[in-house]
């Protein structure tokens, strides 16, 4: 829950003067937090004076036979991701679990699911790509 999260994080905060941060894994199906839950969760963190990084992102989606639709909507997925992080001073850092989807673990762990990142099989700049780079 979020007030064990917090109150975690307050513990942690206090036994320690290091540098104290959080990670979030983010490896999603067609359902991602929205722009707005996200952008409130990095704020309660830095409220609490913890830096938020989002590590390993990656969003799947069916294959073959991804709609015109679930596309556009993993491409505002990952913008939303991107914007959420730039509108918290304290969200200092996105890695993106790969380069291109010919390298991706998704499709031997999640069978029916890949093109998770921003490149294609080919290295071609994909949708997502453009949704990150215009978030930036």
């Known amino acids: 829950s979020d007030l ?32 707005a839950s996200l952008t409130s969760t990095f704020s309660r963190f ?38 959420a992080c730039r509108a918290v001073q304290l969200c200092e850092a996105i890695v993106v679990w790969g380069v291109s989807d010919a390298e991706s673990w998704v499709p031997s762990t999640f069978p029916g699911y890949g093109n998770a990142l921003l490149f294609d099989n080919t290295y071609a700049k994909k949708a997502t790509y453009t949704a990150v780079k215009n978030a930036l």
């Open 4 to 35: 064990a999260t917090d109150s975690a994080l307050r513990l942690l905060a206090a036994k320690s003067s290091r540098y104290m941060g959080a990670a979030a894994g983010a490896s999603f199906g067609q359902a991602t937090p929205s722009r």
């Open 46 to 83: 830095a409220a609490l004076g913890v830096k938020v990084h989002i590590t390993e992102l990656d969003i799947r989606v069916r294959v073959p036979g991804a709609t015109a639709a679930e596309l556009a909507a993993q491409a505002s997925a990952f913008g939303d991701i991107v914007a």
